[in-house]
């Protein structure tokens, strides 16, 4: 028989000295245990056939009284051929899982935010995400936790009231772009908290959901591309863009001869040019925080004009961009570049659409390959199978085009003042 020790009062508990184990008895295995100026419960038991120290609590935290109690439900669980100390593990990870299970949509929200933050390339792009958010998702749902957004919740902040010009409308059909980008967003966050383990099952955002309850963007909003263009102007244009001085009308041409974004041109720096192989290599991202859209380098093959154009720029010492603002010395801003083309008298162009009137021209003018021509622009393809096969960036091949281009340009500005002189042009347009 195991030796059963005496019953002590809460008088004498208080009263124990000395570091080690002491039996207070009522419960077998029941001891306070003293390390230092701490004292706690601890049940020393055995189970699953090893003798185990289960803690019951601090003293006096927990009382004399209560640590009996606690030592004889788990004397019971023992019996019933459960261990205590696994049960208590999985009732505080169940606890914890229902306190994660309550964060809260916005908490999500930023935490998704600043797991991004990295891969944005600018500011502009974090603050959009985050007033969107904060104008229209927050006050619905911001509060509630990410694991009970539903679809009707989704629905409810994509279909909030807002006022028009011609009245109340709902934020899908009134500001379709905003309400389709919230939308994503709202997406984005709910598959961080499920990831994350805040959230089950489908997500409520997901468009595959929706559809079968909001009509489709196409249909409330009609899609303005960027004005551009007709390539059959461009000669006209690129007469009248030549004669205007100023490194931004440069700049302005340059986008066009290369068919590159704005901000790949206004951060263009001298190092990235080669001159002798005719080439242009503008890195995946740039220290002054410009760069390719996709995040992956993209080669120009720069053609007669383009270099003719490089070669007439001057050089500042200390300076590294191709194209500085004459202000400032830093790089040109993009209002920059839509301000030669106001003082060009055409407000209906953006320097973004020159893009597509290279589009055009290439697709219906020439009988280079779909894929080279969207090479070019450094657009992926659409088609998957498609992007795997054609792994190379088919530079020879685009090296013909943007020469045929800028001979486009040339010719088409000859015929202009061809036609302006009522002489008949009869050599073919390439």
């Known amino acids: 028989m195991p030796k059963i020790a005496k019953e002590l009062k809460s008088l004498a508990v208080s009263n124990l000295k000395g570091e080690g184990l002491h039996a207070v008895g009522g419960v077998p295995g029941l001891y306070l245990q003293i390390v230092g100026n701490s004292r706690s419960w601890i049940l020393n038991k055995q189970i699953d056939g090893k003798r185990r120290k289960m803690g019951l609590g601090s003293y006096p935290f927990v009382t004399l009284a209560e640590a009996r109690d606690k030592a004889r439900e788990a004397h019971k669980q023992i019996m019933d051929g459960l261990n205590p100390i696994e049960e208590r593990r999985a009732r505080k990870a169940q606890a914890r899982l229902k306190a994660a299970k309550a964060k809260t949509f916005q908490k999500c929200a930023e935490a998704c935010i600043e797991a991004k933050r990295a891969g944005w390339k600018n500011k502009k792009h974090i603050q959009q995400w985050e007033n969107t958010l904060e104008t229209y998702a927050y006050p619905i749902i911001g509060g509630l936790p990410a694991a009970v957004i539903d679809a009707g919740l989704v629905l409810e902040v994509l279909e909030q009231p807002v006022n028009t010009a011609g009245g109340t409308a709902t934020l899908w059909n009134a500001r379709t772009e905003t309400a389709t980008r919230l939308r994503c967003r709202i997406e984005a966050v709910l598959d961080w908290a499920k990831v994350h383990g805040f959230r089950e099952g489908d997500n409520p955002a997901n468009w595959k959901t929706l559809k079968h309850a909001l009509p489709a963007r196409g249909k409330v909003q009609k899609v303005n591309h960027h004005p551009a263009l007709p390539y059959a102007d461009m000669g006209a244009f690129m007469s009248d863009l030549r004669k205007r001085g100023g490194i931004t009308s440069r700049a302005l041409e340059f986008v066009i001869l290369t068919a590159t974004r704005s901000s790949e041109v206004r951060g263009a720096e001298w190092e990235e040019i080669d001159f002798e192989a005719r080439l242009w290599t ?4 740039r220290p002054n925080g410009t760069g390719m859209k996709a995040g992956r380098e993209h080669r120009v093959p720069l053609s007669d004009a383009a270099i ?13 961009l191709i194209f500085p603002s004459s202000k400032t ?35 219906e003018k020439t009988d280079y390959q779909y894929e080279v021509r969207q090479q070019a622009i450094a657009h992926k393809l659409p088609d998957k199978a498609d992007g795997a096969y054609f792994r190379s960036d088919l530079f020879v091949k685009r090296i013909g085009l943007m020469e045929d281009w800028a001979r486009y340009c040339g010719m088409a500005q000859a015929a202009q003042a ?3 002189d009522n002489v008949v042009s009869i050599r073919k347009a390439v």
């Not at 503008?282 to 991202?285: N, S």
């Not at 003719?308 to 590294?320: D, V």
């Not at 790089?331 to 570049?337: F, I, N, V």
Request: hydrophobic residues 35%.
């Open 329 to 363: 010395g830093g790089m040109t801003s993009d209002s920059a570049l839509m301000a030669v083309l106001r003082r060009m008298g055409r407000n209906d162009l953006t320097v973004h659409g020159f893009r597509s009137t290279f589009g055009d021209w290439a697709g």
């Open 418 to 420: 061809a036609k302006t």
């Open 282 to 285: 503008i890195p995946a991202k």
């Open 308 to 320: 003719k154009l490089l070669e007439s720029l001057p050089r500042y010492e200390g300076n590294s």
